[in-house]
């Protein structure tokens, strides 16, 4: 299989709608920066647009349509991202709880509090709970990911060529879609930085961030 610029093209105009809509990757990088800055956001980003390499690969090399042919692994795959999602959600809500509410912009006791909470954050990719890894996950274990490229990407290759090269061309647009996206979100949420690190602020995201995660698990639980 092949794939063409026009069939690039159109590619990227049906997942775009996909893209956009709001979902794990949206909320891990407004939660991640208001956290720690844009740095956790960039972090994040990379994580997404890895996970999608990784369906991509899998795709072309027929790993992921063995999952969809099989109910029991395709559940498999499916429960483990739904126990990610919405335990990632309650770790959030947790930490909401836990946090004081009280706090103005530029406090000293929320810049203080916010560097501890910076210094207490995993170091390494995979270690923890680090954004890259976050961002990662929640790409990888989403069976929706999985299947832009087992249904749609199918669509604009072309018959009878090696699958590989083509299906990472167009994840590599699909990839450079999602950071333009993301990437805007993360330069807005950095610009509210201030007042989104107030412990205030800060514990209403949280548990907003952690609702969401929540419903997005569940979500995908029932379709």
């Given at each position: ?139 990888v274990l989403n ?39 993301l990437a805007g ?39």
């Amino acid at each position: 299989m092949s794939v063409h610029g026009a069939a690039l093209l159109g590619f990227l105009v049906a997942v775009a709608p996909i893209t956009t809509t709001p979902g794990a990757s949206l909320t891990l990088v407004v939660s991640r920066v208001a956290a720690g800055g844009r740095r956790q956001g960039w972090w994040v980003i990379l994580g997404t647009v890895t996970g999608l390499y990784v369906h991509a690969t899998l795709a072309a090399l027929g790993l992921a349509a063995l999952v969809l042919a099989s109910s029991r692994a395709f559940w498999t795959v499916k429960l483990l991202g739904v126990a990610y999602l919405v335990g990632l959600g309650l770790w959030l809500l947790w930490s909401a709880a836990r946090r004081p509410g009280r706090g103005r912009p530029g406090d000293p006791r929320d810049v203080t509090a916010s560097r501890v909470e910076r210094r207490r954050l995993p170091r390494l990719p995979w270690r923890g709970h680090h954004p890259y890894l976050q961002g990662l996950l929640g790409n990888v274990l989403n069976p929706k990911a999985a299947a832009v490229y087992l249904t749609l990407a199918p669509q604009f290759l072309t018959p009878d060529r090696p699958v590989l090269a083509p299906m990472l061309l167009l994840a590599t647009g699909h990839a450079a879609l999602h950071t333009v996206w993301l990437a805007g979100w993360t330069v807005l949420s950095g610009a509210a930085a201030t007042l989104l690190r107030t412990a205030a602020v800060r514990r209403l995201l949280d548990r907003l961030t952690g609702a969401v995660l929540v419903g997005l698990g569940v979500r995908s639980a029932v379709a």
